[in-house]
């Protein structure tokens, strides 16, 4: 067994895999699914040839596993490094269970200075815990707002095999009752603030310059280009089965940048977040103005990662928390930076890893 960078004639066998594990335990990949692996790994701006994805290679051709990474440089103590954001190893289903670990562990003993995982399994954390690494005990949790809870049950994949969907249009006055009935016994679940800030459509340019801002007192901060922010939210946005993307830059009532929100909004539904940065005064504000366009909207419900900078404007204002879904796990060299990025000291966020993409290559048709 060899341990080689990804090349892109590997994109069909890296789909066969993602189509086992993910897709229905066939080997054919769906149509789009070879194409994805091109773009994501292949098409991607800014690629930093010291930090490659990875595959097993039995020596023959055949690939035995991937572990996948997406680089992205990044401004710790005044020097450019790279942050890797891995996705968490796929093996075939006939090769050794150990080959997941070779390929994590060379992966780690990489240059990058910090690697994490925004999707890491539940079965995934000894491993990479063996290897050196931490979990984040909060942002692994989920914060989640709900707008209308009857709509958003019954709309998700769970419920649609034995319960009508409530947004079948015979069934929405009936869920809208319903909605109406939980929002009159459990008022504080539901309650908005006004909201004094404004939003505009966050161009790749203005983000770049709020972030310049917002974390300018970071240890460490996301270096993107405009080429690869318009690369990244033109993929998102072809994610069609989560929502509308939409992302805002929030404004503070003197017109300064007050932070940023990313995310998925579909009527009915249970809504992600992928994105909420702020300044440290405009939490407040700027959590008020995401829930205020979700409202509008009209969402089933919000969800995203806790972070430990949103636990206070989060636990006032009705929110749940919620154990369970992927781990954040983070890896590195400086046990301080691994300090900062478990206690959310660092501007690390969910663009950089892979959670995002995880649901384009389950979406029913792949966008």
Known sequence: MVIRPLQPEDAVQVASLWQYWFRGRTRVPDAGLVELVHRLYFERPGAVPEVASLVADDGAGKILGIAAVMPTPVLVDGKVQTLAGVFPSVRDPDAPPTVASFLLRKLLTGPQV?????????????????????????????????????????SSRRYKGSIRSATAPGWRPFADAADWGVRRVRPAWFELRD?????????????????????????????????????????????????????????????????????????????????????????????????????????????????????????????????????????????????????????????????WYWWAIVSREVP
């Not at 005990?137 to 049950?153: D, Q």
């Not at 939003?199 to 974390?215: D, F, K, R, S, T």
């Open 114 to 154: 910090l690697t994490f995982s925004d999707g890491g399994h539940h079965k995934f954390e000894r491993i990479w815990q063996a290897l050196g690494g931490h979990i984040a005990p909060t942002a692994s949790l989920r914060w989640l707002k709900v707008f209308r809870p009857v709509r958003m049950l019954t």
């Open 195 to 355: 909201v004094a800030y404004t939003g505009e459509p966050l161009e790749p340019e203005a983000l770049i310059e709020a972030i310049a801002v917002v974390h300018a007192r970071k240890r460490m901060r996301p270096l993107y280009t405009p080429a690869y922010l318009t690369w990244l939210f033109a993929e998102m946005a072809r994610i069609r089965e989560q929502g509308v993307f939409e992302a805002t830059l929030v404004r503070a009532p003197d017109g300064s940048p007050a932070g940023w929100w990313v995310a998925f909004l579909k009527p009915g539904h249970l809504s992600r977040v992928f994105a909420l940065e702020s300044g440290e005064r405009h939490v407040d504000g700027v959590v008020d103005h995401l829930f205020a366009r979700a409202a509008e909207a009209r969402v089933g419900g919000l969800t995203g990662r806790l972070e430990p900078r949103l636990r206070r404007s989060m636990a006032t204002r009705g929110t749940f928390t919620l154990n369970g879904g992927s781990l954040m796990m983070v890896h590195g060299r400086d046990s301080g930076l691994v300090d900062d990025a478990l206690l959310g000291r660092l501007a690390l966020g969910r663009l950089e890893g892979e959670n």
